[in-house]
């Protein structure tokens, strides 16, 4: 019985420092905030182009896009984020633990808007397209072209961390 006992006193600490980890931030965090700079770098680096061959229509296009494509990045971090806090608090409860509630050390956003951002990301993507089109007057490719920014940070961040495990 005490072998059982202690089997249990070892699995609560594993928990517990898991959690703690978890407060100190999600692993793979460190790519997440890169996905987010390089959608921003190449959304504007191709905004730069487009303005050195006199295209400014399509620069704001670019820019405007690849900023909507890491709004939605940022949406949807913040949705999960907010959703794995919820479930490990409860997981708290469920396990009788009596520590103090995981929160976002950075996050002061309420988690009704959270979870409206991450259900109408889409929508609120899509009018914020819709607005850059109507009020910049800019092409619907370029603003397509800037959210492909995000796709492109992504594969980048994905190759860099392979190459970086490899090394």
Excluded at 21 to 45: C, N, S
Aim: charged share 15%; proline share 4%.
């Amino acid at each position: 019985m005490t072998s059982r006992a202690a089997t249990v006193r070892d699995d609560l600490k594993a928990m517990i420092g898991q959690s703690r980890k978890f407060e100190a931030g999600l692993p793979g965090e460190q790519v997440l905030v890169r996905i987010a700079a390089l959608t921003l770098g190449f959304g504007f680096a191709s905004a730069a182009l487009a303005t050195a061959l006199h295209r400014p229509d399509w620069a704001k296009g670019l820019a405007g896009g690849a900023l909507l494509g890491w709004l939605n990045f940022r949406w949807l971090s913040r949705g999960i984020r907010a959703m794995m806090l919820a479930v490990s608090s409860q997981a708290n409860v469920a396990s009788g633990r009596s520590e103090a509630p995981l929160t976002p050390a950075k996050s002061t956003d309420s988690p009704v808007s959270t979870y409206l951002a991450l259900v109408f990301r889409y929508v609120l993507v899509a009018f914020g397209a819709y607005g850059i089109f109507v009020y910049l007057h800019v092409p619907l490719v370029s603003i397509g072209l800037g959210l492909c920014a995000l796709v492109a940070a992504i594969m980048t961040a994905s190759v860099w961390e392979v190459l970086k495990s490899e090394a």
